[in-house]
């Protein structure tokens, strides 16, 4: 059974910084495309930034410049630092994991709060 945990979630002033944290409970994330998505209030989920296994990243523009997408194979875990924090960004994370070998595998996390507020 496969498991993604996040962690890193938390209470953030305007302007600060956070890194959120997602284990992979395989040692087999090497093949993975690790993802963080949020989801706030009263909307859809959405992609934040991706990495896939040669390390190609995306960016949804409305974090591009202040978020920043890692992984670390030997740790299996994919991070995601965000700073320059916004309330707009204020959401629940949730971290995703899409098999890049076998078509249709995909995992997602359990999700982490983030709130940013003075």
């Known amino acids: 059974q496969v498991q993604l945990v996040e962690s890193g979630g938390g209470l953030v002033q305007p302007g600060g910084s956070l890194r959120l944290s997602c284990a992979f409970s395989?040692?087999?994330?090497?093949?993975?495309?690790g993802a963080w998505y949020r989801q706030a209030p009263d909307k859809q989920r959405e992609l934040v930034a991706s990495i896939t296994r040669s390390s190609s990243t995306y960016y949804a523009d409305s974090v591009k410049g202040r978020f920043t997408i890692s992984r670390d194979n030997f740790k299996n875990t994919v991070y995601l630092q965000m700073n320059s924090l916004k309330p707009e960004d204020t959401a629940i994370y949730y971290c995703?994991?899409?098999?890049?070998?076998?078509?249709?595998?995909?995992?997602w996390g359990q999700g982490t709060r983030v709130t940013v507020s003075s």
């Open positions: 395989r040692s087999i994330f090497s093949i993975y495309t």
């Open positions: 995703n994991a899409v098999n890049e070998i076998r078509s249709g595998v995909t995992h």
